[in-house]
Structures are given as C-alpha cells and as structure tokens.
C-alpha cells in the first residue's frame, strides 16, 4: 500500500490540494476524531457530501473517507503518544482494515501539520511495519 500523510493546520486549501495532486493522491482518508465539528471552516465535515471538505476535494477529483475509528481518543493528555502506540498495538488490525477497501494512492489527513507531532504518525508507523510504503507530506 502507497500511503501519504498530511496536516491541515496552517495550510491553505489550494497548497493541500497542490500536494495531494503531486503525489497522485486518489483518496483523502480523514482521520479526526471529530471531522464535522463547528469551527474547523474549510476543514469540517458537512453534513451533505457535496459541501465542505468533501465537497472541494470532489471538485478537485479525489475521493474523500472519514474514518473517526483512527481518531485520537487520548488528545490533551500527557501521554497521548503511549496510550496511542498501545491501542493501534491491540486493535490495528480492526482499525485499519476499512483503507483496503480504498482507491489509492492514499492520504491519512488530520490538524497537526507534523506527524511527529500527531497521531497520525503512529497510524503510519503500524502500517509501514506492514509493509506500507509511507511519505509525510510536511
């Protein structure tokens, strides 16, 4: 599997979408906890596919999937890494089995424009063990 990750945190959407594009990115995977929250502007998750960030990555030809099962349960906590690391550790296999079914190349999406600064790098980290092919898109 070809896996790229991005953070949306500081970008603009046509920068994102710049980058998805360059990369061949067929389908967006949104991997927040809470996508279709008030306040995340172009980011939230409407309720009708074809407005907010489903809407504009459709425009732009690349299919969109939120998949709030990978979301981080342990965000503002010390130790949200470790606590992470243990549940992907456990239930990887069930977290993670939905992006099989996914037209790639694709992309893990949530706020942190670092990965090492968020979950989705631990995301990335248990499939590349998998032999996932990942790039960070930083």
Known sequence: MQLFT???QGRRREDLLALLRAHGVR???DIRLCPEQPGR??????KTPDKGIEGWLAAAGIGYRSLTELGNPFAGLPDWRERYQRLINVAGALLTERLR???GPIC??????????CHRGEVAAY????????QHLE
């Open 127 to 134: 499939l590349e063990a998998r032999d996932a092919t990942v």
């Open 6 to 8: 991005i953070g949306h």
């Open 108 to 117: 893990l999406l949530s706020r942190e424009r670092r990965a090492a600064e």
């Open 27 to 29: 389908t967006v995977v």
């Open 41 to 46: 502007g172009n980011w939230a998750r409407a």
């Open 101 to 103: 079914d996914l037209s």
